[in-house]
């Protein structure tokens, strides 16, 4: 978490913020941090402060988005459209709310506007979601052509932001129905999730909903982590586009210098449209377990999306709708201090690493 | 009836363990030869398809846990 959040998480704790929906000193001083969190988002995303609303998690946001509007549009149908590399709450949510059909994408991952089009011009189509950039490989997707296709089509769009919330800029970003985000992914905590549901968007909740947020989502916010998710957003509108400047040329260097120097490595997404501070990569011949614990025990934490060191089973979904290698995967992060000399670092001790497994898996 | 240069059946092996079998018998297999992979891991369908991009051969058939492959890449 970015420092000046978790400073403004503790400040807010001992503010002595009370219930923000109360007329008391308490109450009122909450709900113009709220407020004022309201309009960081709104800033950020082109949308109205009154548009914003905080759920409990990324995923959370997912449903409450794909879930609101398949249940708005019921009446037209229940075929929902997603891209094939959505986020898996995406994923999931499309398949509990209706009839899910997945639009394919490139070996980038982009995915293939003319399907997407003949997708939503389908009958029957309730809503369509798509990502501004892919969680795991950082490809950016055409979603302004996207959008506006589902506007052409009268499909309303969920814009997944996640990934791109603080990278990108968003703030004239139009068309969308519904976006959402998450403050992890941003330096922020991991218990706020961002859902903004445009005025006039045939959006109904999904679950029983009471007074708060505007009848949105239930329960009486968590005002501090709300404030601290938006201190970190609001850091990264200032600093942002330097910190992804220097971003981008490490991941060009780091891609680089993976591709140089270890043999039989697929390197997956589009090496230049994509966000600054992601890579994902898949040596051949070598299991994600042990490919990811032993660069954590050279100082590097980094996650993987093979199935043998995932939580899951099953491999990434993402990697496999790409055709990209699914096992031997790590998927880098940069935070927004690495440095040049952290990289470099990294590329000497991997091709040993790399090396070292696939002697003892002896794949030569 | 296809005849198969090779015949490999890694039902129960977890992944990345039948590509490393495939790529350690692969030069078994004369240019153009099929092999037929039996592989159950979950995996297996992507990475066959990938490892055949990498390695410059050909995915043939991928249906369920049966897969062929040509061999037309480097041996």
Redesign the interface.
Known sequence: MLPDAQQAWQAGQQAGWGDPLRLHRAGRLAAQALDRAREVVAGAVGARPDEVVFTASGAHSSYAAVAGLARGRRRTGSRIVTTAVDHSSVLGAAAASGDHYAVGVDRHGRVDLDQWVNALAVGGTALATIQVANHEVGTLQPYAEAIAAGEQAGVPVVLDATAALGRVDLSHSTGWSVLTGWAGAFGGPASVGLLVIRRGARWRAPYPIDDYQDHRWPGVPDVPAIWAGAVALDNWLRFGRAVGERQHQLVDRLRAGILERVPEVDVAGDPVHRVPHLLTFSALYVDGETLTSELDRAGFAVASGSACSASSEHPSHVLAAMGALTHGNVRIGLTRTTTARQVDGFLAVLPPIVAGIRERLQAR | MTDFALSLDYRGM????P??EL??RIGEVPPDGLVEIWAD???A???L???C??RGHELVLADGIRFVVRQLGPR
Do not use: E, L, S, V
């Open positions: 977890k992944c990345p363990r590509i490393i790529n350690r891991d979950p995996a369908g992507p990475d398809a990938a490892w991009r990498m």
